[in-house]
């Protein structure tokens, strides 16, 4: 097909009809910029769905991606190699998980949650534990096991039936209290609901998930594929509750935009994977750990997980000074921001800041998530208040 035809007309002639009609055709990054084919530049403050953790171009991701593919990009997991190494040590280290802790690498969100649910299928205990527990309005990936995870029933009817055990519960205490017992293998939960709006738990939620799944030799895992590698204000959203997890995946930020995900194990149940049980012929390979591991130093020596606690007050400060009759409430952490709409406007109002050149986006009906990368400063947070303020003015108030 030429070169010449449109490219909303490619994108509708290639791409899988699964895919959504594009917002735009994306052409450079640099910075906390990306500019569109036109020469638009516009402020990202999704930063690919939490991804761009160091914005975009960033010299320390540009030379960890160049020298690594210049010596050593891919082996068979018949070998290690160095930055493989490098990068377990570094996650067991941030983590806490500690001289006990494994780590288990692949290459998305999905994979490091389907081998998370595959952990909880091996905490049996003799084949009396054969429920799953996961939370009303979750998301965990669209891979099947993830899928099953994922307490979104319009994207499970589809593909029904779903990987058996899996059963979804309110966020509160009081249904944890109810149906953790001793035939429960695991509970796998969000810190933060990123996809339904940057939702934030109950007060107290996490504590008692943690004293409950203790005390009844259920695994907890946290799913902290968009709330880790620093996206909170610290390494990961549960060191705010002062507990550690049994199991914690990760991947999106952890990147920077290298494909790379990673379940990290702790204590006991480091024990339950044995040899042959998983595997991924890509997982853990040179090049994207060597950039993982470039990535997660720069936040630490960047000082970045205290620039993200830092600048995400002031950006949730800064939404609630524009006094928008849209804005009911503001949530999140760090630099995962939800903003609750008043009226089923969001789509609306992502779409008035795109034209105003601001990326965000709109998780749902009444929810715009903000995401920017955790190198934002004074300037850019200037002009988003700018933008955001006339993208809210944009959307008339009913």
Known sequence: MSTETPWPDRFGDSLMKSMGAPLGLLARGEGCYVWDESGKQYLDFLAGIAVNSLGHAHPAFVEAVSRQAATLAHVSNYFTTAPQLALAERLKRITGA????????????????????KLARLNRAGGNRHRVLALHDSFHGRTMGALALTGKPSLR???????SGVEHIDSTIEALERSIDGSVSALIVEPIKGEAGVVDLPDGFLVR????????????????????????????????????????????????GFPIGAL??????????????????????????????????????????????????QLRQIIRDIGSPHVAEVRGRGLL???????????????????????????????????????????????????????LDAVPAS
């Open 98 to 117: 500690g001289a006990e802790g494994r780590v288990y690498f692949g290459n998305s969100g999905a994979e490091a949650n389907e081998a998370a649910f």
């Open 157 to 163: 009817d589809a593909f029904e039936p779903m990987p």
């Open 209 to 256: 998930a943690r004293e409950l799944t203790a005390e009844h030799g259920v695994l907890l895992i946290l799913d902290e594929i968009q709330t880790g590698a620093g996206r909170t204000g610290t390494w990961f959203a549960y060191e705010q509750f002062g507990i550690l997890p049994d199991a914690v995946t990760m991947a999106k930020g952890m990147g920077g």
């Open 264 to 313: 990290v194990t702790f204590g006991w149940a480091s024990e339950l994977f044995q040899r042959g049980m998983h595997g991924s012929t890509f997982g853990g390979n040179p090049l994207a750990t060597a950039t993982a591991d470039a990535v997660l130093g720069e936040i630490e020596a960047a000082g970045l997980l205290q620039n993200a606690a830092l600048r995400g007050e």
């Open 337 to 391: 921001v939800g903003v609750g709409l008043t009226t089923p406007v969001a789509g609306a109002v992502a779409a008035a800041a795109l034209a105003a050149g601001l990326i965000v986006n709109a998780a749902n009906d009444s929810s715009i998530r903000i995401a920017p990368p955790l190198i934002v400063g004074d300037a850019e947070l200037a002009l988003f208040a700018e933008r955001f303020r006339g993208a």
